[in-house]
Every structure is written in structure tokens, then in C-alpha cells.
């Protein structure tokens, strides 16, 4: 015969409720906090979140492309080699977004792209200017796309 198992007593495996919620607990009382900042003609954030990443401006204008080359270059560790300039507007809702040039260069020596589309802007209230440099790998596979891609936050 097999000695009977140990039990515990019930209440050292009890806890309290306040301390163990159920997650549907836990929405309904987001819910109800996000209601009550509504009602209260003011908003509250539930999480922590990044301050959207501003478009680029408008009527950008060119750099040369000796410029641009070195920040392709310093950017992706390779070669660069400059292939052609084009043209890309970018509008939203008829409004114009962003236009400008985008140089395409040739890239030697990375693991996985051949392309880079690259193209810079002014920072506001600055002399300094932002280096865009974005690969041609999928799911970029033109300028326009990768514009589009470095709107994304």
C-alpha cells in the first residue's frame, strides 16, 4: 500500500483576488479608465508611445552627389558608385508631401543589396542636414518605395 500525499492546508496556496487578476480583468478596467478620461473631456494614453517621425519637407533641395556618395558609403559599409538622379513627388490627399531628387547608386561589397537610394534633407532650426540612405531589398524596389519607407516611424 502506497503512503497517502501530503496535502497542505488550503489556504497557504490561496491568494488573495486583488493580486492575481484574471487579463479580462485587466482590459475591462483599461476600458474603463480610457471611458472615464473621455468623459472627462481630457485623454489618456494607456502606453508609452513614440512621437510620430515628421515627413520630410517639402521641395527638398539637391546635395551633390559626392556628398551623398560618402554618407552611402559611411551608412552601409561599402562602395558606392553613383548611377542616376530621378525625380519623385510624393503626394497625400492631392497635397504635395514631398519633392525632390533621389540619387540611385550602385553598391559594391554588402552581403545582400546591389542598389541604395539616397537623398537628404535640411533639420529644422539647424544648418546641419539628415542622410537618408535606404537599400534596394524587398519590399523597396524603387525610389518611390523607399521614400515611402522612411516615413514609417
Known sequence: MLPEPRREPAERFSAPAERFRAPAEWRREGRERR???AEGGFTQSV????????A?????PPLPNSELQKAVERLHNCRA???ETVQVTETLDGQPV????????????HPTAR???AWSEPVP???RRRFYAVLHKHPIDGAQAALRASFLP
Open 47 to 54: 502606453r508609452a508611445t513614440r512621437p510620430a517621425k515628421a
Open 115 to 117: 542598389l541604395c537610394y
Open 81 to 83: 558608385q553613383f548611377k
Open 125 to 127: 532650426d539647424s544648418n
Open 35 to 37: 471611458r472615464e478620461a
Open 56 to 60: 520630410p519637407t517639402c521641395h527638398n
Open 98 to 109: 514631398w519633392d525632390g531628387e533621389i540619387s540611385i547608386f550602385n553598391i559594391a561589397g
